[in-house]
């Protein structure tokens, strides 16, 4: 199940080759006498901009022409980087138009870089819940060992062979992948236009994590700049952040095995801002050994809050039915963007003013003000009851042998009839004795953990039931319970916010994992439940 496979090997190549490159602003391959500041802050803010700017120009046209995006090839970021790669080596041999070559490099690498992650993101998107989440976990784990395989390779030939071989060896993975992708699939089929309201919901429920992994991306690019700023250090942050990804990517992988579990973006950011804010308090008053360390652990976290973006970047389009590309488009904007201005504030101020105790303390400051206001907004209560769309979730792979069998022959998606939609309520309608269970869902939400759906009735407490034995994802349960209490797919689709066309396609793939064909099917393992429980 976890083994690598062309897909996760590249985009770990990707991902290494992209951290090779430049990452953070630092060049690991290029002389530390050509990084001056100059360079340095030019190259950041064109690369910046222009991935932010592709960012945006994917999610208009995928909102606008999304029939462009409905295509198996990928958007071939290759070309892109490998000349933007080229033109930062020029200058080494061509110096009277350095700077022309570091703006033209800096965009073109900021163009592919954005066309990379577009295109993985709308890859991982396209599988199924498990197998595109795992490839992207793979993937990240694999771009540590890779990372560390290219710096045995001499500087010079690594610094051609980037461009040259390992991009665009990374683009044909991407290729082949891509042509397995299903575009059978609400994300990909939609018109958004046609479906504002949906879009706008989804956009509403993303800006809390977008703004709080914004706040890491944030304090890593301040910590960053503070950092390198002897370039030689670059690939010694870059090394320390890659090992934290591979350890963070096996253990998540280990616990995803048997658990499920899942990410609730806001929650993690309040219990995690504190310690940071600490850390940057400390800035001042402790050595360079400290900020060094301080800043992989920084990019290590940030990296690591970027790949559970991807993975919920994934459900949104999955359970709302939100092109892949939008939403991917949205967060990533944000988070980026908020990254970008930490850097740049970093490392201007660090050029500008002496490195001493009053402007460490100021950023210590500046970085405790933006956690302070990102966790003020993480605190707010949100109108969005569903974790569906606000969380990363991880069931467990191993589900257990399938308990329904041979219940009906139709594959299609049965409308409720009359009498089943009466059976429906019927059930929905039998006791409420779930006290306790209540008062214990209650209470986790005091403590802020991440909860499971409130109990309200029966039905809720068998739904709950059923979601554990057969491993169902939170949208899955949320339609399970909304059938059975006898909603049509219109009304699910107007209560959950998606369109009608994305609620039937849960609706099949609920019926799939339960191994029913109709909503009588799906009453009678209610009914199954009600008498195990009399027994």
């Known amino acids: 199940m976890f083994s690598p496979n062309v897909a996760s ?105 954005a066309l990379f992650f577009l295109s993985w993101q709308r890859y991982f998107a396209s599988r199924d819940e498990e197998r595109g989440a795992l490839d992207l976990i793979v993937g990240m784990g694999l771009a540590a060992p890779l990372y560390a395989l290219m710096h045995l390779i001499p500087g010079a030939v690594a610094a051609f062979s980037i461009p040259l071989v390992f991009i665009p060896l990374s683009e044909v993975c991407l290729m082949d992948a891509s042509r397995s992708m299903s575009f059978d699939q609400p994300m990909f089929a939609d ?67 048997r658990h499920s579990f899942s990410f609730d973006t806001s929650a993690l950011f309040r219990l995690v801002s504190p310690v940071v804010v600490t850390a940057f308090l400390l800035l001042p008053y402790l050595n360079e050994t400290y900020l ?65 105790s009053p402007q460490l303390a100021t950023f210590a400051l500046v970085s405790t003000w933006v956690f ?17 769309l606000s969380q990363a979730e991880f069931v467990a792979w191993e589900r257990p042998a399938v308990v329904a069998a041979g219940r009906g022959s139709d594959a299609g998606l049965e409308e409720a009839s009359g009498a089943d939609a009466r059976g429906a309520v019927a059930v929905a309608e039998r006791g409420t004795g779930v006290a306790a269970e209540a008062e214990r869902h209650r209470g986790r939400r005091r403590r802020g953990e991440a909860a499971a759906p409130a109990i309200k009735d029966r039905v809720s407490k068998q739904c709950q039931v059923l979601t554990r034995r057969y491993l169902l994802t939170t949208r899955e349960s949320e339609v399970m319970e909304l059938l059975v209490r006898g909603n049509t797919a219109a009304d699910i689709a107007k209560k959950l916010t998606i369109s009608e066309n994305t609620a039937k396609t849960h609706v099949k793939r609920l019926y799939a994992k339960l191994d029913v064909h109709k909503r009588r099917d799906l009453l009678a393992l209610f009914e199954e439940l009600d008498r195990e429980s009399v027994g």
């Open 372 to 388: 302070v206001m990102a966790s003020a907004l993480a605190a707010r209560p949100s109108r969005e009851t569903s974790p569906a």
């Open 191 to 257: 018109e958004p236009r046609r479906h504002r309201g949906v879009y706008v919901h989804a956009l509403g429920v993303s800006l809390k994590s977008a703004l709080c992994v914004g706040a890491f991306g944030f304090a890593s690019g301040v910590t960053r700049a503070i950092a390198v700023r002897d370039p030689a250090m670059g690939a010694i942050v870059n090394g320390a952040a890659m090992a934290g990804i591979f350890v963070a990517c096996v253990a998540l992988i280990w616990l995803w095995r």
């Open 9 to 113: 090997f590249g985009f770990g190549l990707f991902f290494a080759t992209h951290a090779m490159s430049v990452w953070g602003g630092a060049f690991p391959l290029l002389p530390t006498d050509f990084q001056t500041y100059d360079v340095l802050i030019t190259f950041f803010l064109v690369e910046s901009l222009a991935f932010c700017a592709m960012l945006a120009a994917a999610m208009g046209l995928s909102y606008f022409r999304p029939a462009l995006l409905r295509h198996r090839s990928s958007v071939l970021g290759s070309p892109f980087m490998t000349a933007g790669s080229l033109c930062l080596i020029a200058p080494l041999y061509v110096e009277p138009i350095m700077m022309l070559c570091v703006v033209v490099g800096g965009a073109l690498l900021g163009v592919g870089s």
């Open 292 to 356: 060094h360390w301080f800043s992989g652990i920084m990019y290590m976290v940030f990296s690591f809050a970027v790949m559970v973006m991807m993975v919920q970047c994934m459900q949104v389009a999955r359970n709302g039915g939100i092109s892949p590309t939008f939403i991917y488009g949205f967060f990533a904007g944000i988070v980026y963007g908020l990254q970008a201005c930490g850097f740049v504030l970093g490392y201007s101020a660090d050029a500008l003013w002496l490195r001493a």
